[in-house]
């Protein structure tokens, strides 16, 4: 698990100004080649209560298939968490295990973890290692410890390793990754150009997609694309994390191919393949901004018991309660990385915008964030729109405007939430988060790919003052039926460009769902990828209690979720605003 971008600033702070901080180190010289395994254990950051830790195993012995590394402190030294092993303390005796993505190591072999430790007064090296209870750094000597004051003109390197500080924003001074399949696409297009060198996000919506689907590119292979976009500056690559057990529990269009009692397959056939290939030093230098399962969280608040919008599904998988412990297992993986920026999804104002929702919704994200193995220095921000149509900004009402002594919070569209807007909903609940403890340098994402609703319908200024509904109606530039409709909808466009730091607390803009990739099928299509038929993507259906028995708004002849819908791109730049060039 990482820590806080703010607490590791300060201490690399404390690092650099300060003669105590300790460097130690088994140099690769003091132990022999007889040794039957070696063990180089750095204290890279150290600070008055705590330090971290980069340990690297090398075996000299025979091929193992797993491995475990014990060693006992002298101190009162506490770990509290790890990364790259499964590290686990009893008094001062210390445990680090393999994980399933590298427990292999050949005869000359090495694997690398980390952690984070607390401790008061010194910070003694261990004595002895013993890896599957042989001792290691013998039969040569001793190790060398090396110094463990480097002094205050070598302050030793502050290289952050696994888990090491982030980026307080990490698409500031940036560029973000051009999936270049999206991009072919978009070209093909008529008028197609003018959009297909922005950013887009690359969906891992099953295990096949980390490997590649039908011919298609791989994790790996938009990672080496991304290294080469990349050049000598920095670049953020967005991949939505997005198979869970029982995913998509309100939604059939957006099922996906695990049941929901398939928690085991989930962690050791997709998120340790993710991470083992993240963790890989070629790809260090990128940034890597993951969208954690979009939906999955909501659904557990508002459809999972004691409303009318309850699914047996979404009741199954709090009972279970394998989203969450999906989730964190997803968080802890990933977030011990040092590149990776985990951002959980959080709905949209739309949903989570009443009281009664957004404080719920607070209380399961700090849950998920502090159980099952995860911690909430593992998450850099949350995101919200994801794969959806709510504008960033409503230009012409705000929540708290009034027309003829009554509050537009009655109208029949804003049905009394408390916000009207995406960056609104983000900062309230950025504040709320914080709140329940989140990192105070938390940032929020926003999708903004089709929530610009340009074009000849869009208001020019404020609505008619003769009710609230006129005044809301008149004003807003949603031109949904409902807010709740979520499917493929007719009149969106293409909303704000993909921009770092739009606003304080607002780390980017960012295009999560590609423009023209289709939110669902319309009517019923036989396939392979676990996808269903929701009448939400029909338009011809009446709606249900979700979007208040209004039609959906839907466009008609769309293709499976993710698949290529023409049409719909075509519409989302006619409508663009800011208008395309």
């Not at 790890?82 to 295990?97: C, D, E, I, L, P």
């Not at 791989?218 to 670049?235: N, V, W, Y």
């Not at 309660?321 to 040092?338: F, I, P, T």
């Amino acid at each position: 698990m990482s820590r806080t971008k703010t607490s590791l600033l300060a201490a690399l702070a404390l690092l650099s100004g300060t003669s105590a901080a300790a460097l130690v180190s088994a140099p690769a010289g003091a132990v022999t080649a007889a040794a039957p395994c070696t063990v180089d254990y750095k204290v890279q950051n150290q600070w008055d209560t705590g330090f971290t830790t980069a340990v690297t195993i090398t075996n000299n012995g025979p091929a193992k298939s797993s491995w475990s590394l014990k060693w006992s402190y002298a101190g009162n030294q506490r770990i509290s968490n790890g990364w790259n092993a499964k590290v686990s303390q009893s008094g001062s005796s210390v445990t680090a295990a393999n994980e399933s993505y590298n427990g292999t190591l050949p005869s000359g072999g090495s694997a690398s973890f980390g952690f984070q430790a607390s401790y008061s007064g010194s910070n003694p090296v261990p004595a002895t290692f013993t890896l599957d209870g042989v001792t290691c750094n013998v039969d040569g000597g001793p190790t060398d410890p090396g110094p463990t004051d480097p002094g205050p003109t070598d302050p030793g390197p502050t290289d952050p390793g696994p888990g090491g500080p982030k980026a307080a924003n990490p698409y500031v001074g940036a560029k973000v990754y051009v999936n270049p399949e999206w991009s072919a696409k978009a070209a093909a297009e008529p008028g197609g150009s003018r959009i297909s060198n922005q950013p887009t996000a690359v969906w891992l919506d099953r295990i096949a997609a980390i490997n590649g689907v039908n011919g298609g590119m791989g994790l790996r292979a938009h990672l080496d694309e991304a290294l080469k976009q990349k050049g000598s500056g920095e670049l953020v690559v967005q991949l939505v994390i997005y198979d869970l057990p029982g995913r998509d529990c309100a939604a059939l269009a957006s099922n996906g191919e695990l049941g929901p009692n398939d928690l085991a397959k989930y962690k050791s056939q997709y998120i340790d393949p993710i991470t083992s290939i993240l963790s890989e030093s070629k790809y260090a230098g990128l940034r890597i901004a993951t969208v954690i399962e979009p939906d999955s969280l909501p659904n557990l608040v508002t459809n999972a018991g004691g409303t009318n919008t309850t699914t047996d599904a979404c009741v199954t998988m709090k009972s279970n309660g394998n989203y969450e412990k999906g989730v964190s297992y997803a968080l802890d993986k990933l977030g011990a990385l040092a590149n990776v920026y985990n951002y959980i999804d959080a709905g949209h104002h739309g949903w989570l915008g009443w009281d009664s929702n957004l404080g719920p919704s607070v209380q399961e994200f700090a849950k998920v964030a502090t159980t099952n193995g995860a911690s909430m220095s593992d998450v850099a921000g949350f995101i919200v729109n994801t794969a959806n149509y709510s504008p960033a900004k409503e230009p012409n009402f705000k929540v708290t405007d009034m027309v003829n002594g009554q509050t537009i919070r009655q109208a029949k569209w804003v049905d009394w939430n408390q916000y009207v807007d995406e960056q609104s909903f983000a900062l309230g609940l950025r504040d709320k988060l914080v709140a329940a403890g989140f990192d105070s340098g938390l940032g929020m994402l926003i999708d903004t790919s089709r929530n610009g609703w340009g074009g000849a319908a869009r208001p020019t200024g404020p609505g008619p003052t003769t009710s609230v509904d006129d005044f809301v109606n008149g004003s807003r530039i949603d031109r949904r039926i409902h807010a709740g409709n979520w499917c493929n909808q007719s009149g969106a466009g293409i909303g704000q460009r993909p921009t770092a730091a739009p606003a304080t607390g607002v780390d980017a803009y960012v295009w999560v769902k590609p423009p023209g990739e289709s939110d669902g099928n319309s009517a019923a299509v036989p396939n392979d990828e676990g996808k269903g038929f929701d009448r939400m993507c029909d338009p011809t259906y009446g709606g249900n209690a979700r979007n208040g028995n209004n039609p959906t708004g839907a466009l008609p002849n769309a293709p499976l979720a993710g698949h290529w819908f023409s049409a719909q791109f075509q519409q989302l730049m006619q409508n663009a605003y800011p208008p395309l060039p």
